[in-house]
């Protein structure tokens, strides 16, 4: 019974390079969220997927920064034009199909970007 | 907007000893509320939640944390912490209305435990 699956683990991309994240959600969930850690910070929200639709990208940046969830596959998370700013871990959490304020988020082991 | 306050950056406590970990929550109206632990280089796992009902609620690894309105807090506590206790505590909040379940987080607890 895989939990929530992520990679790379670990990825180095230069400034201007394009960084995509992978996130494989548990078994039988369809509703992905992603969130991003600063180094010595918190988890900020930026955004919540359900399979072929966006619910909530209102923590994504307005610009760089797109999100998918395709019918088939995993959830990306695509970075384009890094910048030195975009270091940090990137968690993903996927929940159950009901869709619920109740429903537990189960969070992957992240993605830990380093801008060069 | 909601918002999540963890006054305690850093907690240093001994093997054996009690342990308590503060959280204060800024909402119009009861959140749903949450404590995930995280180890090194690990995700985040969830260590107990409170949606309602009982004010005291018990998690996994002997947590419990109980739910103060008054005070808008919802503080973490463990009677005897053990060495693999170390780690970082966030504590969440998620919204009543929202669709789906958008969590709001604290900026964390690093705990380091004393042999």
């Known amino acids: 019974n895989a939990g929530v699956m992520q990679n790379p683990r670990h990825l180095v991309r230069r400034r201007g390079q394009e960084a995509r994240l992978r996130c494989s959600p548990m078994?039988?969930?369809?509703?992905v969220y992603w969130y991003r850690q600063l180094p010595e910070e918190g988890l900020k929200f930026m955004v919540y997927?359900?399979?072929?639709?966006?619910?909530?990208e209102s923590g994504m940046p307005k610009e760089r920064f797109s999100a998918e969830f395709p019918k088939e596959g995993p959830s990306i998370l695509r970075i384009q034009q890094v910048v030195r700013g975009d270091s940090a871990a990137y968690f993903c959490?996927?929940?159950?199909?009901?869709?619920?304020?109740?429903?537990?988020?189960?969070f992957g082991p992240g993605t830990r970007l380093t801008v060069l | 907007a909601q918002s999540v306050t963890q006054p305690d950056i850093h907690i240093t406590v001994s093997e054996g000893a009690s342990l308590e970990l503060r959280c204060n929550y800024s909402?119009?109206?009861?959140?749903?509320l949450f404590w995930y632990v995280q180890s090194p280089g690990q995700g985040l796992q969830l260590l107990l939640k409170?949606?309602?009902?009982?004010?005291l609620v018990q998690g996994i690894k002997g947590f419990e944390a109980e739910f103060k309105r008054s005070q808008s807090s919802f503080n973490l506590r463990k009677p005897s912490v053990h060495w693999s206790d170390a780690a970082e505590y966030f504590c969440a909040v998620g919204l009543i209305k929202a669709a789906g379940n958008k969590l709001t987080f604290g900026g964390g607890t690093r705990v380091l435990v004393k042999p």
């Open positions: 409170y949606f309602s009902g009982d004010t």
């Open positions: 078994k039988g969930h369809s509703h």
């Open positions: 909402y119009g109206a009861t959140p749903y």
């Open positions: 997927l359900q399979k072929e639709n966006i619910i909530d």
């Open positions: 959490a996927s929940s159950p199909p009901t869709g619920q304020p109740t429903d537990t988020q189960y």
